[in-house]
C-alpha cells in the first residue's frame, strides 16, 4: 500500500498548477468565477479557455502525443482532475470530444476521420454533443427509433434525440440511429454516424429541467444528411461503437469524486459559518454525528475508488466493480446535497440572492435528482452490479 | 367504531376537486411562478363561497361551527393541486387563536370577514438567522406613552401579496424567554417595508418583511402580553393538523403520478412498473401515503376533543407527513427518470413543496420532543 | 368519525373481562405465567385451557352459533384479541383450527366433515397444524411436490412439509398435496386433505430456529394414508380451498397491532427503567427522538388498522388494501425490538438471566427476523400490494 | 499510488484460509457454542505457528516488527469465519499499548510470550448499568500501605477461560474524570472472582469478573497513574482498525452466502437473485462490504503514520463496519428465506455477531464525536 506520488507525478502536478495560475481567466483563482449568461457569450468565452488549454498542451492529456496528447498515465489523469476541481476550472465545452468521441476515433477510426476530426476537437473548433436518449428509449438505449436510411450515395437521417448536452453549441452529434430492424436482437442493426448539426435538418430546443437550467437539448432530424464517410466503424455494429466509447471514459468518475470531496468540505464550512440563534450549526450534536457518517462515506468512495483505480493500472483496464463507483457517487451527492439544505432549516428555501449561505447548495440539491437518472439510473447500476460482478441472473426484461 | 369520513364530507370532496380541476389542478401553482394570481383569486372566491372559509367559525360569526374534521376534504384537495395562498393560515392557525384568546371586539373583527372569504391572514413568526423557537423572536413590541412601537424584521412570511392583515410573532419581555412573547394583529399598511424574497418553490412566495417604529394599538395584541408563544402552540395544534392533510393530499397525488406513469412508461420490452425495483419502491410510497392519512385523519379528530393524546397524535401526523412527503415525492422524480428532472412535468413543483413545508413553523425534532414531553415521558 | 364503542360491546368487553379475571391460570394476572418447558406438559396446560375457553363459551366467538360460536362481530373479535393481549393470555394451542379449519370447513365442509371435527377443535380435543410449505415451495407454494395418489379406496400421501407449527403437537393436518401436474397452470392439481398425524407413515422433526426455540417443525410423509371423506372440496381444486381459508383468517394481524403496540409500551417502559451511569435513558434526545418516530409508526400502523377495518365492516369483506397491515406490522416489530436491544448499549448482548433488563427483548429482536418471512416475505408482500391495491402489472416470475 | 495489500500478504491470506477452512471454518465458531474449544485452540496454536502472535512485536521481543496491515490478512479470515478468542484483543489492543507505554520489564515479561502464542489477555473494561466512558468506570484502584488493592465489578469480560491475563480499566482519582483512570494487567489468579454471563451471541463467551481486595504491585500499572483512558485511545485506534478486518472478512463472507443462494434458489420458476427486490439488496450488500474494506484498509495503514487524519479514518473504519454489518447480516437472512431462519444456516451466526460488536468498546456516536473533534470540527 502506497499513498505516495512519484516523482515525476508530482512533477506533473506542479507544471500544470503553474500553468493553471498563469493562464486561468483574470481573477478566477481570487474567486471572481462568473460565466457569462448569454450562451453565444457562454460558448465564445468556453470555447477561447479550451483553446488555451491546447495551445498549453491541456487540451487532451490521455491522447497519444502524435494526435496532440501527452500520453498521460492513469495517475497524471487523476492529478489533472483533482488540479481542475482544486481551481473550480472552467467547464470543459468539448468534454464529449476530447473524452469520448476522439478516444474513440484513434481507436476505430479511420485515417481519414482521425485527420478530418482530432485538431478540431482539440482546438475547440468544433464542439461534440451525443445522440443517444430518445423519449421511448432511456434505460433501454435499444428501443431507438432515429431510422437512417441510404439514399442513393448519401443517408437521410429521421427521428429525434433527447437530453442531447452540449447539443445548443454543439457542431457535430455522435449519433445513434436505427438502419435495421432485429426484433430478437435489438442491439444489432444500430449504426453510428457523426453528423453535422448545422444543416437544414437538424432541429435543437432546449429542455428546462427541474432547477430550472437548460444544460441539455432535444435534437429533432427531418431528413437530415450523412455520408458513408460519417459513419464510425461499420454499418449496423453501432454497440460495438458504444461500447468502445465508454471503456475510453476511464477517469470521468474521479472527477466527480472529487468534486464531492470538495463539496463536503465545503459543507463542513458551512455548518461552522452558519449561525442559528447565534451559535454555529456545527456545535449541535445531531449535526456532528451527520458529518461524521457523511464523512466515513465520502472517504470510503474516495478510497474505493482508488482501490479500483490501482485494480485498473494493474490490469490496464478497468473491472466491473467500476460501476459501483457512480452508483455510490450519485446517491451520496444526492444526500449530501440535501443535507446541506436542510440543516440551513425553513430558511434553506430561500434561494438565489436571499439564499442565507451559498445559493450554490439549493441549486445542487435541485441538481442532484439528474444524476441518479442521468448516464444510467441507479436502478440499471443495481442490475449491472448484480449482474457483471455478482454473477446473478439477467433480469427477465432484457 | 368509524374511522372513515362522512358522506358528506366525501361529497363536498367531490366539489372542490371539480371545482379544482376545472382550473388546472396544478396549473394554479404554475400560475404563481409567472406571478400571475388571477385564477388562484377565482378559486378564493369560488372556495369562499363553497362556504370553505366559515367552517370552523361559529354561527354568530357567519361560519358553520363545524369541526376541524370538516375542513380536511378541502385541504387534502387543496394539497392535490398544491393550491398556494394563505387559507391555511388563515383557517387553522388564525381562526383557532383568535377563537379561544380574541376579545369579544377582534372576533367580530375578524371570523366574519374570514368566514366570507373577504379576509386572509399571513403568519409572520421567523427572523433572520435564527430558528422557530422563543430564543429566536427578538422583534420588538415595546410599551411607549401609553402606546405600543414594534420594531424588526421577520423572513419568509408567506404570500404577502394576497394577505389583509398578518399575524405577528413579537417578543414584549427581554427577561423571559418563552413567556415573554405576544401575538399582535396587524392589517396591511404602508407602514411595513415589504421585499419580496427568492423562493426554492417559487410557486409559494414569501418576502422580508420590516417593522420600524410600527405603532400598534393595544386592541391589536390577541389574549395575554407575554403568553404569546403558549397561545401560539395551541394555534399550531390545528394548524399542523391542517398540514398534515394537505401533504397527504399532495402525497396522494405523487403516488397517482407514479403509479400511472409505471403502467404506461415501457423499457427493456416491459412496463416498468414490472420491475421490482420500480414497483416496490411505489408499494413503499403507497405504504407511507396510507399510514399519513391515517394519522392526519385522527390528527384531525382529536384535535377537536380533549384525549390525552391530542398533542402527541398532532404532532405525530405532522412529523410523519413532512418527512414522506419529501421521501415519496424525490422516488417520484427517480421512477420517472428524465422526463422526471423537467419542469414540464411536475414531479418537482411536488419536490419543492416537500422541501417548503418539512421545516415551515418547526422542524421534525422540535415537534419530536413536544410528541414524547405531552405524553409525560 | 367515531371511535367509541357501542353499549353492547362495552358489554361485551366487560363479560370477557370478567370472565378472564376468574378464569385465568393461578397467578397469572400477577405475573406468574410461566408455562412449562416440557413439551408434553406444555400441550397438556394449553389444551386445558382451551378447554377452559371452550367451556365458557370464548373459545371461537366468530362462529356461528349453531357450531357452539357466539356469531361476534368483527368489532367484538377485535376487543376479545385487546383484551387477550390485555392480560397477556396463554396461547391458544387450537389457533389454526380455530381461525383457519374450523371456519372453512363451516363454509365449505361437508355435514359429515362438520359433524366429525368442529366440536373436537373447540374443546382442543383435535389440535390442527398446517401442511403448506416444502424445501423447494416456500413464497411460491405451486411449487409443492407432496403428492398424493389414489390407490384402491383410499390415497397414499408421500413427501415433505416444513414451517408447520403446532406440527409436534397436532392431531391432524390441513394438508396441501399434488394430486395432478399442470406445468402451465400451476395452481391446478392441488388437492387439501385433513391427515390424520397419528399414523405409521407421518413423522415429525422439530426445526430449531436461530432464537433457539422449536416453534415449528418439519413432517415427512411416507405412505400417509387418506380417503376422499379427509378432502376438504373437490379433488384438484384445493388452491380455492386455500383461498377461502385465507378469507376466514380476518383478524389475526388486528391481534399482531395490538401486541405491537404493547411492545411499543414496555419499550417506554424500558427507556424510562433503564439507567446509564445512574441516568435514565429516556433523557437521552437521540432515545427520546427516536421514540417519537416509532409513536408515529407505531399510531399509524394501527389507525390504518381501523381504517381499514371500518371498510370491512362497511363493505361485508377485507379490501386488498388489508396487506399493508402484516407488511407494516412485521417490518415495524422487527425495527423496534432492535431498537429496544440497541439502547442497552453493549450490555444488550447479555442474554436470558443475565439480561440487565427483560430478556424479552434479546428473543423478540431474534423472533423477528422470522416475522418478515413467514406467512408471506416482505418482498412477496410487495408485490401483492403493488399488484392488488395499485393494479401494477404482474411480475414476470409468474 | 498503490491502495491493496502486497503479493506476500495475500499469500499469507490463503494460508491462513486454508487453515480455518480445515477446521470447518465457522465450525469452530460452532463448537464454542457447545463449550467445545479443543479445535479453536489448534487454531491457535496454528496461528502462533505461522507467527501471526508476532506480526507486530518488536524483533528484540522474539517478533516480526511488522505493521497493522500485516495483520489485515489474518483478522479479515479470522472474521470470514468468525474465528472467537482473544486474538484481537491481545494483538491489536495490549501489545500496541505495551509497546508504547510499557516498561522494558513489562515488555520482556509479556511480548515474547504474546508473540509465541502462549498468552492471551483479555481486556475488563465495562461495568454493570454502565456504559464505556470514563464516568462508565468505578471499580476503583486505591494506594493502600504502599500497594495498590482493586475493588469492583466488570461485566461482559471476553473469553475469559481462554485468557492468561487481563488488562483491566480502572478508576484511581475520584475526583477527575477523564484522567483519573488507569490501566493495570493482572495474570489470571485465583483472586479473581469469574462468573460466566449468558451471551446472546452464544459463540462468543463472556463473563463477569470481581476484584475483592485483590492487591496490585506498582509494576502492574501500565504506563502513567491516572492517565489510563487517554492510553487507551493509542490502543483502540489499533483495536478499531483491527475490528474493521475482523468485520470486513465476516461481511464478505455473508455477502458470498447471500449471492450463492440466490443463484441456486429457485421460486416462481426463477433463481430468486434474479428479482430486482433479491438482486438490488444483495447489490447494497456488496456495495457495503467493498466501501467498509477499502475505509478498513486505509485504516490499517494509516494507524502506523502520523498523519492528520489517522484518527478520523480509523473511528470511520470502525462506524462504518459496524453499522453495515448489522445491516449485511439482517438481509442475508431475508434473502435465505425461511431457511435463514433455522440454527442450521449460518446467517444466525453474523447476525449476532454483528450486534455483539456493535457497541463493544464504545458506540457509534461514541465515535462519530471522536472523529469530529479529531478533525478540529
Known amino acids: 500500500m502506497d499513498f505516495s506520488f512519484t516523482k515525476k507525478e508530482e512533477k506533473f502536478r506542479t507544471e500544470l498548477r503553474t500553468w493553471l495560475e498563469a493562464n486561468l481567466p483574470e481573477g478566477w483563482l481570487e474567486g471572481k468565477r462568473d460565466l457569462p449568461e448569454d450562451l453565444d457569450e457562454y460558448s465564445r468565452v468556453l470555447r477561447a479557455w479550451q483553446n488555451k488549454l491546447y495551445e498549453g498542451g491541456w487540451a487532451a492529456i490521455a491522447w497519444p502525443k502524435e494526435y496532440g496528447g501527452r500520453n498521460a498515465s492513469l495517475m497524471e489523469e487523476i492529478i489533472y482532475h483533482q488540479e481542475m476541481v482544486r481551481v473550480k476550472a472552467p467547464p470543459l465545452i468539448n468534454y464529449i470530444g476530447i473524452h469520448m468521441v476522439g478516444p474513440t476515433l484513434i481507436d476505430i477510426g479511420t485515417d481519414e476521420q482521425k485527420e478530418k476530426y482530432l485538431k478540431k476537437i482539440l482546438t475547440g473548433e468544433e464542439i461534440w454533443c451525443q445522440g443517444y436518449s430518445e423519449p421511448g428509449a432511456g434505460s433501454d438505449l435499444t428501443g431507438l427509433k432515429t431510422r437512417a436510411v441510404k ?54 430546443l432546449p429542455i428546462v429541467q427541474m432547477d430550472g437550467h437548460k444544460d441539455f437539448n432535444e435534437v429533432y432530424m427531418t431528413d437530415a444528411v450523412a455520408t458513408d464517410a460519417d459513419i464510425v466503424g461499420q454499418v449496423d455494429s453501432g454497440w460495438h461503437v458504444l461500447i468502445a466509447l465508454m471503456l475510453h471514459e476511464r477517469t470521468g468518475i474521479g472527477a466527480e469524486l472529487f468534486t464531492l470531496e470538495k463539496q463536503f468540505n465545503d459543507t463542513v464550512e458551512l455548518a461552522q459559518q452558519y449561525k442559528v440563534n447565534g451559535k454555529p450549526l456545527i456545535e449541535n450534536p445531531v449535526v456532528r454525528q451527520k458529518l461524521a457518517n457523511f464523512y466515513a462515506r465520502v472517504r470510503g468512495s474516495l478510497l474505493n475508488y482508488y482501490k479500483n483505480l490501482t485494480t485498473t493500472i494493474k490490469n490496464g483496464q478497468p473491472g466491473a466493480e467500476t460501476s459501483i463507483d457512480k452508483l455510490v457517487v450519485t446517491e451520496l451527492n444526492q444526500a449530501l446535497s440535501a443535507f446541506a439544505v436542510e440543516i440551513q432549516g425553513h430558511q434553506g428555501v430561500l434561494f438565489d440572492k436571499d439564499a442565507v449561505a451559498d445559493p450554490k447548495w439549493q441549486h445542487l440539491f435541485l441538481a442532484s435528482f439528474g444524476q441518479t437518472i442521468g448516464g444510467g439510473t441507479s436502478e440499471v447500476q443495481r442490475n449491472t452490479i448484480g449482474e457483471r460482478v455478482l454473477g446473478l441472473p439477467k433480469d427477465m426484461g432484457r | 367504531m368509524d374511522f372513515s369520513l362522512t358522506e358528506e364530507q366525501e361529497m363536498f370532496r367531490g366539489h372542490i376537486r371539480k371545482m379544482l380541476d ?9 400560475e404563481m411562478i409567472d406571478n400571475n394570481p388571477q385564477n388562484l383569486k377565482k378559486v378564493y372566491t369560488t372556495l369562499a363561497e363553497l362556504g370553505c372559509g366559515g367552517i370552523n367559525i361559529p354561527e354568530e360569526y357567519d361560519g358553520m361551527d363545524l369541526d376541524a374534521l370538516d375542513l380536511v376534504p378541502t385541504f387534502e384537495e387543496m394539497g392535490r393541486s398544491l393550491v398556494p395562498g394563505l387559507f391555511m393560515e388563515t383557517s387553522a392557525l388564525v381562526v383557532p387563536i383568535l377563537k379561544k384568546y380574541g376579545t369579544e371586539q377582534q372576533k367580530q373583527q375578524y371570523l366574519p370577514n374570514i368566514a366570507s372569504g373577504e379576509k386572509l391572514v399571513s403568519f409572520a413568526a421567523l427572523e433572520p438567522f435564527n430558528d422557530f423557537s422563543p430564543a429566536g423572536i427578538q422583534c420588538t413590541l415595546v410599551r411607549q406613552d401609553g402606546q405600543y412601537v414594534l420594531n424588526g424584521t421577520k423572513t419568509l412570511v408567506p404570500e404577502v401579496e394576497l394577505a389583509d392583515a398578518f399575524l405577528v410573532l413579537v417578543r414584549t419581555n427581554q427577561t423571559d424567554q418563552e413567556d415573554g412573547l405576544s401575538l399582535v394583529l396587524i392589517d396591511k399598511t404602508k407602514g411595513i417595508n415589504i421585499e419580496k424574497q427568492s423562493s426554492f418553490d417559487e410557486s409559494k412566495h414569501v418576502a422580508k418583511i420590516e417593522f420600524n417604529n410600527l405603532v400598534i394599538k393595544e386592541d391589536q395584541i390577541i389574549g395575554e ?7 401560539l402552540q395551541e394555534g399550531l395544534l390545528y394548524f399542523n393538523a391542517a398540514l398534515s392533510s394537505y401533504i397527504v393530499g399532495a402525497m396522494e397525488s405523487v403516488v397517482n403520478m407514479a403509479t400511472e406513469y409505471a403502467k404506461i412508461r415501457e423499457q427493456f420490452g416491459q412496463a416498468i412498473g414490472r420491475f421490482q425495483a420500480i414497483k416496490h419502491s411505489i408499494v413503499n410510497m403507497k405504504v407511507n401515503l ?18 390525552l393524546d391530542r398533542e402527541a397524535a398532532v404532532y405525530s401526523a405532522r412529523t410523519y407527513a413532512t418527512e414522506k412527503f419529501i421521501e415519496v415525492s424525490a422516488h417520484n422524480v427517480q421512477i420517472h427518470g428524465g422526463i422526471g428532472f423537467t419542469e414540464e412535468i411536475d414531479c418537482h413543483l411536488y419536490v419543492k413543496r416537500a422541501r417548503y413545508y418539512d421545516q415551515y413553523l418547526g422542524s421534525t425534532p422540535f415537534y419530536q420532543e413536544k410528541v414524547v414531553a405531552s405524553l409525560g415521558w
Chains 1, 3 share one sequence.
Request: aromatic fraction near 10%; proline fraction near 2%.
Open chain 2, 225 to 231: 402580553v407575554d403568553k404569546g408563544w403558549t397561545q
Open chain 1, 151 to 204: 439514399d442513393g450515395d448519401h443517408w437521410l437521417i429521421n427521428g429525434q434525440k433527447v437530453w442531447t448536452s452540449f447539443g445548443h453549441v454543439a457542431d457535430k452529434c455522435f449519433l445513434l440511429t436505427r438502419t435495421s430492424t432485429h426484433p430478437e436482437k435489438k442491439h444489432r442493426g444500430i449504426t453510428v454516424f457523426m453528423m453535422d448539426m448545422h444543416q437544414p435538418g437538424v432541429e435543437t
Open chain 2, 22 to 30: 376545472k382550473f388546472g389542478g396544478t396549473q394554479l401553482a404554475r
Open chain 2, 290 to 307: 396510507e399510514i399519513a392519512r391515517s394519522l392526519s385523519h385522527y390528527a384531525n379528530w382529536v384535535v377537536d376533543t380533549d384525549e
